[in-house]
């Protein structure tokens, strides 16, 4: 099975990889505090940003409503840790079909009534916002006051109710990471994963040639949804502070589809490297700024604009394909 | 509650919903001839509102007075915004375009955030008190004059398109790309004359709604997607669907925060939004299938 | 020979524009049946409802014994119905071989036997050489035959040609006219084409259906109904010997 997972790759490429693993595996033990807490918001980019590559990249629909997914994990498994004392791995087998319910309202709301586009784009929008004032009236949650998980010192790291040093909360998510990584690359390889891509190229073709693209869309909907809700407990349970104005918030989302965007959108290693360049370059903007005495709230998100839009306006596929090219890493990548 | 509350409360609520209708407006023509989706609408307005509120502070100047030159600024801002940048992404993926405009969005309101503070910021009339009594209605001067100031550039907006030659030749590019390139119009030049008017409706509609509105730099996005709301509703393409649209989510949100919690009185907006796109796609009075 | 295809008084109106008018004919298995008549006439329209793009507006269409108006165009296909597109709609950033085996995955679940499958089917086509080429990058003749692998490579028992050979040079025409035939011949592929350029038309079909405004007005042998006097009037047209 790995055999056919890594058919067609370079050999280059498998050995970056690995060179590129194994340093994020050794990186807390050499890593400042204030490292560690860049590359975990790193690692949850490049988890979240794969999770919504494959409703965008593979299957072509353009959400701008991911935070949805987000917020409903994070408040499920919050809502059941803090209420009912329940795990958040018990809380995930909740969380996620949750998120994925969501996923298929939005879809079926979409693809039945032939919302496409930007269109689409839209009601992805409507429907988080209609979450984020909802949950912010809803009492049972600590509507817009916030919900706060109990956070005690810790002197070991539970992992079972995931209470513990920031290294624990960097492992979880790169083990989510490179899972996701080799999942997408198993989907892009399997049947689903073709006629997604038949999908996003031609719809219409792609029924001509006996696809049911409803059944399709769907599915990559659902599936979106679910991963991005595995990222969503864990934000909850690592911020410890849930607030529906922030969790739910457009800011949210769109932070979601930049890393894919500056990254590469429809390419496996796309949103990864968005989300290091990204996130890397910003937080050294934020240091470099803070060291100069310049605290502006604010200027983050401006260089993410820019950023965004010189990738639109100069390397629309992405910086990954470029790059590709340009180090010989070129594969058959779709 | 006694009936003219809620009488009042509807006046108020058409009058603002003129005002957002002239903002839809903005969006309706931007959509409907350059066809491309602005989603850096609302953030357009709180430009011109902020430029209101600096003079407003600075020379005490009246913001309608301003009208004319905050809307002349940002039609300039418009026409060389597509004249500069979007022109070249005519041909380019729908989604890319509007990813365009949505990192203009970010840029915007984030600047916005830089120079002006996150603290909400107003204008205060002389007569931002004052009301009208007409019989047991009371009306909001600063409504009254909003919604009539509306309607005078929205009818100066619908004269242009109908009986003008720029307005007839804008139409016919909207109508039909190829022909009208095909017939010697210089569609670029007329696409960011279109955009520069979307960007200058938004500008007055900004203008009118200071005086009602406090402006945070939040209110951008939450404008956009107010405006794309409105347009969806009262049918893309269709300028008196966007008048329509607005004045009837404007009445919605009035009575929406009268009857319920003022804060939730978007989800309203939403929920209508979600039910148009779903049932009548076409809008109220949109002409094309969505 | 039984009919694969039946089309029964099947009627199509647009408006107030009657596109399809009471048609009927039928298709036998294995036979290649070309439909030709002036612009207008209601051939694409005709192939749109057989191929599920939209439902008549009365009659019925029956495929190898089941009543199919109305399917969606995925349903259509999965029950043996192949098309091709007037104006060709390939899967532009994939490959030539992918594209094909988006096509055979319909039937079979693993991409191996899936691609196993489009290399065969792209051999047919002549296009086994340029498998790993963009589609986007294509000419066009190559273009048009990609469309037809890709049909082709969902197991169809009916194959919709829609102007396949329009734009083509002769010799290109006479390739794909060479393919079709021997696809016919040894896999007894039942074929239903729409065609202007006459030179294909009388090379491959068995049978011709001729339309003008949405009604059948000849119906025959090649020789035959190039001989009809409706149809040289409303489309042949006489050859000038002076």
């Given at each position: 099975?790995?055999?056919?997972l890594?058919?067609?790759?370079?050999?280059r490429?498998?050995i970056?990889l690995?060179?590129l693993?194994?340093?994020?595996?050794?990186?807390?033990?050499?890593?400042?505090?204030?490292?560690?807490?860049?590359?975990?918001?790193?690692l949850?980019?490049?988890y979240t940003?794969?999770?919504?590559?494959?409703?965008m990249?593979?299957?072509?629909?353009?959400?701008?409503g991911?935070?949805?997914?987000?917020?409903?994990g994070a408040?499920t498994?919050?809502?059941?840790?803090?209420?009912?004392g329940?795990?958040?791995?018990i809380g995930?087998?909740?969380?996620?079909?949750v998120?994925?319910l969501a996923g298929?309202?939005?879809?079926?709301?979409?693809?039945?009534?032939?919302?496409?586009g930007v269109?689409?784009?839209?009601?992805?929008i409507?429907?988080?916002?209609?979450?984020?004032?909802?949950?912010?009236?809803?009492?049972?949650t600590?509507g817009?006051s916030?919900?706060?998980?109990p956070?005690?010192?810790?002197?070991?790291?539970d992992?079972?109710?995931?209470?513990?040093h920031?290294?624990?909360?960097?492992?979880?998510?790169?083990?989510?990471t490179?899972?996701?990584?080799i999942?997408?690359?198993?989907?892009?390889?399997?049947?689903?994963?073709y006629?997604?891509?038949?999908?996003?190229e031609?719809?219409?073709?792609?029924?001509?040639?006996g696809?049911?693209?409803f059944h399709?869309?769907?599915?990559?909907?659902?599936i979106?949804?679910a991963?991005?809700?595995?990222?969503?407990?864990?934000?909850?349970?690592?911020?410890?502070?849930?607030f529906?104005?922030q969790v739910?918030?457009?800011?949210?989302s769109i932070?979601?589809?930049?890393?894919?965007?500056?990254g590469?959108?429809?390419?496996?290693?796309?949103p990864i490297?968005?989300?290091?360049?990204l996130?890397?370059?910003?937080e050294?903007?934020t240091?470099?700024?803070?060291?100069?005495?310049?605290?502006?709230?604010g200027?983050k998100?401006?260089?993410?604009?820019?950023?965004?839009?010189?990738?639109?306006?100069?390397?629309?596929d992405?910086?990954?394909?470029?790059?590709?090219?340009r180090?010989?890493?070129?594969?058959?990548?779709? | 509650m006694p009936?003219?509350?809620?009488?009042?409360v509807?006046?108020?609520?058409?009058?603002?919903?003129?005002?957002?209708?002239?903002?839809?407006?903005?969006?309706?023509?931007?959509?409907?001839?350059?066809?491309?989706?602005?989603?850096?609408?609302g953030?357009?307005?709180?430009?011109?509102?902020y430029?209101?509120?600096?003079?407003?502070?600075?020379?005490?100047?009246?913001?309608l007075?301003?009208l004319?030159?905050?809307?002349?600024?940002?039609?300039?801002?418009g026409?060389?915004l597509?004249?500069?940048?979007?022109?070249?992404?005519?041909?380019?993926?729908?989604?890319?375009?509007?990813?365009?405009?949505?990192?203009?969005?970010i840029?915007?309101?984030?600047?916005?955030?830089?120079?002006?503070?996150p603290?909400a910021?107003?204008?205060?009339?002389?007569?931002?008190y004052?009301?009208?009594q007409i019989?047991?209605?009371?009306?909001?001067?600063?409504?009254?004059?909003a919604?009539?100031?509306?309607?005078?550039?929205?009818?100066?907006?619908?004269?242009?398109?109908k009986?003008?030659?720029?307005?007839?030749?804008?139409?016919?590019?909207?109508?039909?790309?190829t022909?009208a390139?095909?017939?010697?119009?210089?569609?670029?030049h007329?696409?960011?004359?279109?955009?520069?008017?979307?960007a200058?409706?938004?500008?007055a509609?900004?203008?009118m709604?200071?005086?009602?509105?406090?402006v945070?730099?939040?209110?951008?996005?939450?404008?956009?997607?107010?405006?794309?709301?409105?347009?969806?509703?009262?049918?893309?393409?269709?300028?008196?669907g966007?008048?329509?649209?607005?004045?009837?989510?404007?009445?919605?949100?009035a009575m929406?925060?009268?009857?319920f919690?003022p804060?939730a009185?978007s989800?309203f907006?939403?929920?209508?939004?979600?039910?148009?796109?779903?049932?009548r796609?076409?809008g109220?009075?949109?002409k094309?299938?969505? | 020979?039984?009919?694969?295809?039946?089309?029964?008084a099947v009627?199509?109106?647009?408006?107030?524009?009657?596109?399809?008018?009471?048609?009927?004919?039928?298709?036998?298995?294995g036979?290649?049946y070309a439909?030709?008549?002036?612009n207008?006439?209601?051939?694409?329209?005709l192939?749109?409802?057989i191929?599920?793009?939209?439902?008549?507006?009365?009659?019925?269409?029956s495929?190898a014994?089941?009543?199919?108006?109305?399917l969606?165009?995925?349903r259509?296909c999965?029950?043996g119905?192949?098309?091709?597109?007037?104006?060709?709609?390939?899967?532009?950033?994939?490959?030539?071989?992918?594209?094909?085996?988006v096509?055979?995955?319909?039937?079979?679940?693993?991409?191996?036997?899936a691609?196993a499958?489009?290399?065969?089917?792209?051999?047919?086509l002549?296009?086994?050489?340029?498998r790993?080429?963009?589609?986007?990058?294509l000419?066009?003749p190559?273009?048009?035959?990609?469309?037809?692998?890709?049909?082709?490579?969902?197991?169809p028992?009916?194959?919709l040609?829609d102007e396949v050979?329009?734009?083509l040079?002769?010799?290109?025409?006479?390739?794909?006219?060479?393919?079709l035939?021997?696809?016919n011949r040894d896999?007894?592929?039942?074929?239903?084409?729409?065609e202007?350029v006459m030179?294909?038309?009388?090379?491959?079909?068995?049978r011709?259906?001729?339309?003008?405004?949405?009604?059948?007005?000849?119906?025959?042998?090649p020789?035959?109904?190039?001989r009809?006097?409706?149809?040289?009037?409303?489309?042949?047209g006489?050859?000038?010997?002076?």
């Open positions: 099975m790995i055999a056919r890594i058919e067609g790759v370079p050999r490429a498998l970056l690995g060179v693993l194994l340093g994020l595996i050794m990186a807390p033990l050499v890593a400042s505090d204030y490292l560690l807490t860049v590359l975990i918001l790193i949850y980019f490049a940003g794969q999770a919504w590559n494959i409703m990249g593979f299957a072509g629909q353009l959400s701008l991911h935070a949805l997914y987000v917020g409903l408040y498994a919050a809502t059941l840790y803090v209420h009912f329940i795990g958040p791995w995930l087998l909740v969380a996620v079909p998120a994925a298929a309202f939005v879809g079926f709301l979409a693809f039945r009534f032939r919302v496409a269109y689409f784009a839209i009601l992805t409507a429907v988080a916002e209609f979450a984020r004032v909802g949950f912010d009236h809803l009492n049972w600590s817009s916030g919900l706060f998980l956070v005690a010192q810790y002197t070991h790291n992992l079972w109710n995931l209470r513990g920031p290294a624990m909360f960097y492992y979880i998510l790169l083990a989510a490179v899972l996701a990584f999942g997408c690359r198993a989907l892009l390889k399997s049947r689903i994963g006629f997604w891509l038949a999908i996003r031609d719809e219409e073709a792609a029924r001509s040639a696809i049911d693209t399709y869309k769907m599915a990559a909907v659902v979106s949804a991963m991005t809700s595995f990222a969503g407990v864990i934000y909850a349970f690592f911020y410890n502070n849930l529906p104005e739910f918030h457009i800011v949210r932070e979601i589809i930049l890393g894919p965007i500056v590469g959108i429809g390419t496996l290693f796309g490297l968005g989300a290091f360049v996130t890397g370059l910003a050294t903007l240091a470099a700024l803070a060291a100069a005495g310049v605290d502006l709230p200027t998100q401006v260089f993410y604009g820019i950023c965004l839009l010189l990738v639109i306006m100069a390397l629309p992405g910086i990954w394909p470029w790059l590709c090219k180090i010989g890493l070129a594969e058959r990548e779709k | 009936a003219d509350i809620y009488l009042n509807a006046i108020g609520g058409v009058l603002t919903g003129l005002v957002y209708g002239l903002m839809a407006l903005g969006l309706s023509v931007i959509f409907g001839v350059v066809r491309v989706v602005n989603f850096a609408h953030e357009m307005m709180t430009i011109a509102m430029i209101a509120v600096t003079l407003f502070g600075a020379f005490h100047l009246d913001p007075l301003m004319v030159p905050i809307a002349a600024v940002l039609f300039a801002f026409y060389v597509q004249a500069g940048l979007i022109n070249a992404f005519i041909t380019r993926p729908e989604h890319t375009q509007f990813l365009l405009l949505v990192a203009l969005a840029i915007i309101v984030n600047v916005q955030l830089i120079l002006f503070g603290d910021q107003n204008v205060q009339t002389s007569y931002s004052d009301s009208f019989g047991a209605l009371i009306v909001d001067a600063t409504k009254a004059y919604g009539a100031a509306a309607i005078v550039v929205a009818a100066a907006l619908f004269t242009f398109f009986y003008t030659r720029v307005g007839t030749a804008i139409r016919a590019c909207a109508d039909n790309y022909g390139l095909v017939v010697g119009l210089d569609v670029r007329l696409y960011a004359l279109t955009f520069g008017l979307g200058a409706c938004v500008g509609a900004g203008v709604l200071v005086l009602i509105v406090d945070t730099p939040s209110l951008g996005p939450a404008y956009t997607l107010l405006a794309f709301v409105i347009v969806i509703t009262g049918g893309l393409g269709s300028m008196p966007a008048l329509l649209g607005g004045v009837l989510i404007g009445l919605t949100e929406a925060g009268l009857l919690t804060s009185k989800m907006a939403f929920a209508i939004l979600v039910l148009v796109l779903l049932f796609p076409q109220i009075m949109g094309r299938a969505a | 020979m039984s009919a694969l295809l039946t089309v029964d009627s199509k109106r647009f408006r107030g524009l009657v596109a399809v008018d009471r048609l009927s004919f039928e298709v036998p298995a036979g290649i439909v030709i008549g002036p207008g006439a209601g051939k694409t329209t192939f749109n409802m191929a599920g793009v939209f439902a008549p507006d009365s009659g019925a269409i495929f014994g089941e009543r199919i108006e109305g969606p165009p995925d259509v999965r029950c119905i192949g098309r091709t597109f007037q104006i060709v709609r390939p899967f532009p950033a994939l490959s030539v071989e992918d594209n094909v085996i096509g055979a995955l319909l039937h079979r679940q693993h991409v191996v036997d691609r499958h489009a290399h065969a089917v792209l051999r047919r002549d296009l086994y050489g340029k790993a080429q963009r589609a986007s990058s000419t066009l190559d273009r048009k035959r990609l469309e037809v692998a890709r049909a082709l490579a969902t197991d028992k009916l194959l040609l050979m329009a734009g040079r002769p010799t290109e025409t006479d390739r794909i006219v060479a393919i035939k021997e696809l896999t007894g592929l039942t074929i239903l084409l729409i202007h030179r294909a038309v009388m090379a491959l079909a068995a011709i259906l001729v339309l003008h405004h949405g009604a059948a007005i000849a119906q025959g042998t020789e035959a109904v190039v009809d006097p409706a149809v040289i009037h409303s489309y042949l006489v050859e000038d010997v002076s």
